[in-house]
Structures are given as structure tokens and as C-alpha cells.
């Protein structure tokens, strides 16, 4: 009997335990998730939020109440969204009404929503208005959630719901691409593709982008065509078409060119003639980005293919350039060599025509957010309201490094930079800072030297959004830090103008042979960056031997005075230097060190601050 209870007992404690143990670690299901389109990346379809929509940001005087008495809002205060994300929710709203006739109406349980000021968050398609969760009320049965989540993927640019959640998250594509830019399509017309294909998608696919993009005209984003087959045609200049309407019936009316696929004679015509300012295109000394979109079906004819021809209008015109793959005869190394670097940001393959319409919000996205290229020694002036944005990146490989200079003239603006990523920004970089509280701060940025000969740095520019100016002013340079002065490490100098004597040298440009090797002094041409502020008298020789000849400067008394002596490689462009020189006078009263000096100095308004890569 002892021997029977003892069973007894132990079956008992162990079927506690075998309990316990259920309650502890309950079966976990795992979320069966679908997109629409299938498979597919919110991102890649509609874009990289950048930086959040707060209220102070200009682009929130675009967004649009949401008025419609069919939809059932979670959160009032959500109901605020971008145009088109605003249209695809009463168009939802509709279908519903359509489908349902009232026994159902949409729910939004969240919409637009952005963190608390300071929130590390990351910004998202909630935090720039152009997303929503949805669902019915009162909540449908089995049949009718599958069909409702049918309807949101019919509408949304991108949609996902998973099995173990009632409601669907569906979001649209940037619009309000608010800089300028002077963007080319180059339209590949081979016999492959087919008459129906071609006009039914290809033709679509710029339709479709020119829709998107909000800033159409003069002033704004210019557009230009060019198709490709045995030879190349200009459908028409940057110059041609100012309007949305007309670019759109243009490209409608474009004829099938039906041949070969002799795709460097396309980007060809490309370079030698749509980027000319005679054809519209603007001036590199305003900082627009040059864009070309390349669409193929397929590889080059033998004897036309795309490399060497790609890389002259990347290297010679700076130009950013995305080439769309379609279907499945597709030479990817093609596709890389036309595409800008980094191919993950600039190639995109797509297994069908139908599915390139599917892209064109992300594409339109990414050619918004495409920087302006710029070589060493180039200076672009810029204006940005709050919260605008701008980018820019080095044409050349950081394999001696760079040197970037921000200036802001006016306001307050922020600095971003980072090496391999197009558009780096508050949550995505590896170093930048607020630029300061006052005009005129300098802000300076050395990246220091990579290994990779592909790899590029880039900045981005935004306006501060607490800023009381009507536009934040800047400027921006880059250099590659191949010079720093006699007697020192630094790439500046501060001299008091009372120690100068006529007729004696101020410094000397020193050449770092460790970032520049097999170059020497004498391989160089030194100049002054704006030579019409520099005083006669002062003048730069053969070797960069900064001399000064007379007493003019003894003039300057109580103010400040920086001269830019920049040096130039004989045949390569990538190497362009330079050193500031600040000339100042003491007052008299109080002597405090200047800003990056070698020699004691006035504290002056033009702070400078250095941020290098961890």
C-alpha cells in the first residue's frame, strides 16, 4: 500500500509539472505575412523616410485633413496626411461602401504620427503622413477580411497583413520632392520588348514617375527623353516641356523604335547633348543634380556595350545614374556598370513589365533624394527652407580622403555625412553635428582615407525646422587634404598682420606625400580660390610659396581676412588641395586664439568646427 501511494504521488507532482510547463512556454505561432505586390520591401517600393514630418516642416502645409464621414479614426489628431496617401484612403473608404453597401466602414487605427521632439525614433512612412492601419468595423468575418485585404493591396502603393493580425498596414510614395533637378529617361526600344509592352509599361513607367514627382517646371524638375535601338533619338530637351501635362502627352506619343539593342549609343547621345545648357540643362555652379533613369530589357547588342560610355557620363558630367532591369534575358554586370555606385541604391531588376510599374514611387523616391556630384575644389551655394533637404557627393575615391566644408551664411542648418550610403540623415550616418546657433559657422568634416576605390563619401544638408529664418542659407566644398602649412599639421594658419614686413614669404604649402605619393610640388598649379578679395601684394608662386609684397594689408586693422590658397594636380583632377590663411590685426584689448591657428588671435564670428570618422 505505501509502495502504490508513492506512485500515486509522484504521477501527481509530475502531471504539475507537465502543467507548469505548458503554462510557462506556451506554442509559439508563427505569422504567416503577405505584400502586395508580392515579396516586396516597403522601402524599395515607396521609399526611405528620410527624416520625420513635424508641423514646424514646410511640407506639413501640404498635408490635407482627413473630412471623410465613412471612416472611423482611432486618434483624431492622426486624420492629417499627405495628399496622396489622403486619396488612397477615401478611395478605400469607397470601395468599401461599394463592396459592403454600409454594412462595414474603414478604420483607421493609426495614421499619421510622429515621436516626441528629441525621440531617437527613426522616421517612417507613419511620421511623413503617408501611411495608415486599417481595418472594418464592426469587425467582418473570415470571408470578408480576405476580400477587404484584397481592396487595400488594389489601392495602396504597398500593402502587408499577416494572418495573426486583423489589421493591414498600407502606405504611399514620396511626392513632394521639393529639389530641383534635371532628370533624363533613356528608353530602350528593342524589338524584344514588344509594341504592347512598350507602351503599355515602358512608356508608362515614366508617365508614372512624372506623376509622382510634384515639382515639375522651370524652376523646379526638368525632364527630358531619349530611346535607343539601331540608333539613338531626343524625343525631347529639359527645355522642351514645362508642364506635367505636356511631358506627359510627349511621352504618350513617343514612337516604338522596334530593333537592336545598341545601348552606348544611347547614353552617348545622352552625354554629348541633353545635359548641355543650350537644351535646358542648368549649370554646374548651381548644384542640380544631373539624373538619368536607364530602362532595358535586356543585354547590349555585341560591340555597343554600356561600360565605357557609362563611366564618361558618371566621371565627365557627374551625372547619378539608375538603370531598371526588366524581365529575364538581363546581363547584371551590364546593369552595374551603367547604374552609379552603390549598386544596391542604383540598379533595380524586375522579374516583368508589369511589375516595373510597381517601382516607380521608390524610383521617384531615389531620384528626389539623388545628391549633386561634385569634384574636388567645386563650390555650391544653397537655400533650404525648414526641414528641406539637399545632397551631395564626391565624385572622387576617398582613397586620400576628403575634406568637406559647410558654411552656413544665414540660419541654421544640419550636417550628415557618411561614406557608401547617397543620403545620410539624422538616424543614418556615421558622424555630423548641428552646424550651430549662428550665420556663418564652419563646419568641417575630414573623412579619412578608405582602401575600397569604389567607395565615395556623401553629405546631406538640412534646414533646422526650429530655424525663425525664411531660408537657411550655405555653402558647400569639398577638397582632398593633401597640403598643410609650413612648420605645422594643420591645413590653416592665423598670421597678425603687424608681425608682416614687406617683401617676405607668410608660408608655404607643404605637400603630405603619404596621401599624395609619386606627386611633388612641382606637379602641381596654385592659385587663390577667390582671387578678387585677395590684396595686390599678396601672391602665390610655382612651388605654393605664399609671399607678401607690400604693406596694404596693414589696412585691415580690427577686421579679419581669410584667403583659400588651393593647389592643383597637372593631369589628376581628385587631387585639389588647399590651405586658409586668416589675416588679422589685434585691437588692442583683448587676445584670445583664433579659430584652427598657429599663432595667437581675436576670436572671430566664423567658429570652426572639425568632425573626422571614428
Not at 48 to 70: G, L, S
Not at 135 to 150: G, H, I, M, V, W
Request: aromatic content about 8%; proline content about 5%.
Amino acid at each position: 500500500m505505501r509502495s502504490i501511494l508513492r506512485v500515486d504521488v509522484y504521477l501527481a507532482l509530475t502531471a504539475i509539472s507537465v502543467v507548469a510547463v505548458i503554462m510557462l512556454y506556451p506554442l509559439q505561432t508563427v505569422a504567416v505575412c503577405t505584400t502586395s505586390p508580392s515579396s516586396a520591401n516597403e522601402e524599395d517600393i515607396v521609399g526611405k523616410a528620410h527624416a520625420h514630418v513635424y508641423p514646424e516642416c514646410n511640407a506639413f502645409k501640404a498635408f490635407q485633413t482627413n473630412t471623410n464621414p465613412n471612416i472611423v479614426w482611432n486618434n483624431d489628431n492622426e486624420k492629417t496626411l499627405q495628399p496622396r496617401m489622403n486619396g488612397k484612403v477615401n478611395s478605400l473608404s469607397q470601395l468599401v461602401q461599394n463592396e459592403w453597401g454600409g454594412q462595414y466602414n474603414l478604420q483607421v487605427l493609426k495614421g499619421y504620427n510622429t515621436p516626441a521632439s528629441g525621440s531617437s525614433e527613426k522616421p517612417t512612412s507613419f511620421s511623413q503622413g503617408r501611411a495608415a492601419n486599417v481595418f472594418l468595423t464592426p469587425s467582418p468575418n473570415l470571408q470578408d477580411k480576405a476580400r477587404f485585404k484584397e481592396l487595400v493591396g488594389s489601392v495602396a502603393d504597398w500593402s502587408k497583413s499577416c494572418d495573426t493580425d486583423d489589421n493591414v498596414t498600407m502606405s504611399s510614395g514620396i511626392t513632394e520632392c521639393r529639389q530641383a533637378k534635371d532628370l533624363v529617361f533613356l528608353l530602350d526600344g528593342s524589338k524584344s520588348i514588344g509594341v504592347s509592352n512598350y507602351e503599355a509599361y515602358m512608356l508608362q513607367f515614366i508617365v508614372n514617375i512624372v506623376n509622382i514627382t510634384s515639382n515639375i517646371g522651370p524652376n523646379g524638375t526638368r525632364v527630358g527623353v531619349v530611346t535607343f535601338s539601331d540608333i539613338a533619338t531626343v524625343n525631347f530637351h529639359l527645355s522642351q516641356y514645362t508642364t506635367k501635362a505636356d511631358i506627359i502627352n510627349a511621352v504618350q506619343a513617343i514612337p516604338y523604335p522596334n530593333s537592336r539593342t545598341k545601348t552606348s549609343i544611347g547614353l552617348q547621345r545622352v552625354r554629348e547633348e541633353m545635359f548641355l545648357e543650350s537644351n535646358g540643362a542648368r549649370p554646374a555652379s548651381e548644384g542640380i543634380p544631373k539624373v538619368v533613369i536607364v530602362l532595358t530589357d535586356g543585354a547590349a547588342t555585341s560591340g555597343y556595350e554600356p561600360a565605357v560610355e557609362a563611366a564618361l557620363l558618371k566621371d565627365e558630367l557627374n551625372a547619378v545614374v539608375f538603370s531598371i532591369g526588366i524581365g529575364a534575358n538581363l546581363n547584371v554586370n551590364e546593369l552595374v556598370s551603367i547604374a552609379s555606385f552603390p549598386s544596391n541604391t542604383y540598379v533595380r531588376l524586375v522579374a516583368d513589365f508589369q511589375t516595373s510599374l510597381y517601382i516607380a514611387s521608390a524610383v521617384a523616391a531615389l531620384a528626389c533624394d539623388a545628391p549633386s556630384v561634385k569634384s574636388p575644389g567645386d563650390k555650391v551655394s544653397g537655400k533650404l527652407e525648414a526641414c528641406e533637404s539637399t545632397a551631395f557627393t564626391s565624385s572622387c575615391s576617398l582613397l586620400v580622403g576628403l575634406e568637406i566644408d559647410v558654411r552656413q551664411t544665414k540660419g541654421m542648418v544640419n550636417v550628415y555625412a557618411d561614406v557608401d550610403n547617397s543620403y545620410p540623415d539624422e538616424h543614418d550616418h556615421l558622424y555630423g553635428s548641428i552646424t550651430g546657433k549662428k550665420d556663418s559657422n564652419l563646419k568641417v568634416i575630414a573623412i579619412p582615407p578608405n582602401a575600397n576605390p569604389d567607395a565615395r563619401s556623401s553629405i546631406s544638408v538640412f534646414g533646422d525646422r526650429y530655424s525663425n529664418k525664411t531660408s537657411n542659407e550655405f555653402e558647400v566644398s569639398f577638397w582632398t587634404p593633401i597640403f598643410h602649412v609650413f612648420g605645422s599639421d594643420n591645413s590653416s594658419i592665423a598670421v597678425n598682420v603687424d608681425t608682416l614686413s614687406a617683401n617676405s614669404d607668410v608660408t608655404q604649402l607643404i605637400l603630405d606625400t603619404n596621401a599624395a605619393p609619386n606627386t611633388m610640388l612641382s606637379d602641381y598649379t596654385f592659385g587663390f580660390e577667390d582671387p578678387m578679395s585677395v590684396p595686390s601684394g599678396l601672391s602665390v608662386n610655382s612651388m605654393g610659396v605664399v609671399h607678401f609684397g607690400s604693406s596694404e594689408l596693414i589696412s585691415i586693422a580690427g577686421d579679419v581676412l581669410s584667403i583659400v590658397v588651393h593647389g592643383t594636380h597637372a593631369t589628376d583632377a581628385c587631387l585639389r588641395g588647399k590651405v586658409t590663411i586668416t589675416f588679422y590685426k589685434p585691437l588692442g584689448i583683448t587676445t584670445t586664439a583664433a579659430p584652427t591657428t598657429t599663432t595667437a588671435a581675436p576670436t572671430t564670428t566664423a567658429a570652426t568646427t572639425t568632425t573626422t570618422a571614428p
